[in-house]
């Protein structure tokens, strides 16, 4: 892109605004799901929440993964802020959630998988798709985040760093300065119109991807209860 484009993209609507706007129908899917309402309801057991954990930590690791693939990349390597990185707290909370043995405890269910496969696929060599979804995943974590770690520390009676690590940022001061500086770099990522479309389109299929966890994370509890 060239000075004079970035310069009227920037002027006229800001990438940030255009993605997040492009994107908000997905978005809203994966935040309204069934197992997204129980947990807010707090209908849903430690055990069922701890599933979300471990599902988030199969993501987690391919994601900072392709984030090590891509610190020195000229546009991704922007986005691979240490501050952001979750796999050592989600190690720690699945400990505290499962025990010791916790890795012979958890597995990914067929759509982590589905969507860690989309991860290498995408997020290794391009780097529009590593910042679409670097970007659906902690930009969510500072936002809608936040108020899910309040809630299950509140439902599972869970003191901080234990079970809910995984929503605390410690090295982020101000989570709301943070967003607005990582929407300056969405801005100012030097993205062609077609990077940027292909961005947008990456986002929205991880928003989709992650709805599709979800989705199974409830059919897994509705069934585990029809069980029962």
Request: include cysteine.
């Given at each position: 892109?060239?000075?004079?484009?970035?310069?009227?993209?920037?002027?006229?609507?800001?990438?940030?605004?255009?993605?997040?706007?492009?994107?908000?129908?997905?978005?809203?899917?994966?935040?309204?799901?069934?197992?997204?309402?129980?947990?807010?309801?707090?209908?849903?057991?430690?055990?069922?929440?701890?599933?979300?954990?471990?599902?988030?930590?199969?993501?987690?690791?391919?994601?900072?993964?392709?984030?090590?693939?891509?610190?020195?990349?000229?546009?991704?390597?922007?986005?691979?802020?240490?501050?952001?990185?979750?796999?050592?707290?989600?190690?720690?909370?699945?400990?505290?959630?499962?025990?010791?043995?916790?890795?012979?405890?958890?597995?990914?269910?067929?759509?982590?998988?589905?969507?860690?496969?989309?991860?290498?696929?995408?997020?290794?060599?391009?780097?529009?798709?590593?910042?679409?979804?670097?970007?659906?995943?902690?930009?969510?974590?500072?936002?809608?985040?936040?108020?899910?770690?309040?809630?299950?520390?509140?439902?599972?009676?869970?003191?901080?760093?234990?079970?809910?690590?995984?929503?605390?940022?410690?090295?982020?001061?101000?989570?709301?300065?943070?967003?607005?500086?990582?929407?300056?770099?969405?801005?100012?990522?030097?993205?062609?119109?077609?990077?940027a479309r292909r961005m947008t389109?990456?986002?929205?299929?991880?928003?989709?991807?992650?709805?599709?966890?979800?989705?199974?994370?409830?059919?897994?509890?509705?069934?585990a209860r029809a069980a029962s």
């Open positions: 892109m060239s000075s004079t484009e970035h310069d009227a993209r920037s002027t006229s609507e800001r990438f940030s605004a255009v993605l997040r706007s492009a994107t908000t129908v997905d978005h809203e899917a994966a935040a309204v799901s069934n197992y997204m309402s129980d947990l807010f309801e707090g209908r849903l057991s430690r055990d069922e929440y701890a599933e979300m954990v471990a599902q988030h930590y199969f993501a987690y690791v391919v994601l900072e993964e392709a984030a090590e693939a891509m610190r020195g990349d000229a546009i991704a390597g922007a986005f691979v802020i240490d501050a952001l990185t979750r796999v050592p707290a989600l190690r720690a909370d699945l400990e505290y959630l499962y025990g010791a043995d916790w890795e012979s405890s958890v597995v990914p269910s067929a759509s982590t998988i589905a969507y860690c496969e989309r991860m290498r696929e995408v997020c290794f060599s391009q780097p529009e798709a590593f910042v679409a979804h670097h970007y659906t995943r902690y930009m969510g974590d500072l936002s809608g985040g936040q108020m899910i770690g309040r809630i299950v520390r509140k439902s599972y009676d869970l003191a901080p760093g234990s079970g809910a690590a995984f929503y605390e940022f410690d090295g982020i001061e101000d989570i709301p300065a943070f967003k607005a500086h990582y929407r300056e770099l969405l801005d100012q990522a030097a993205f062609d119109d077609e990077a389109d990456e986002v929205a299929e991880a928003y989709r991807l992650n709805t599709v966890v979800l989705a199974e994370l409830d059919s897994d509890v509705s069934a």
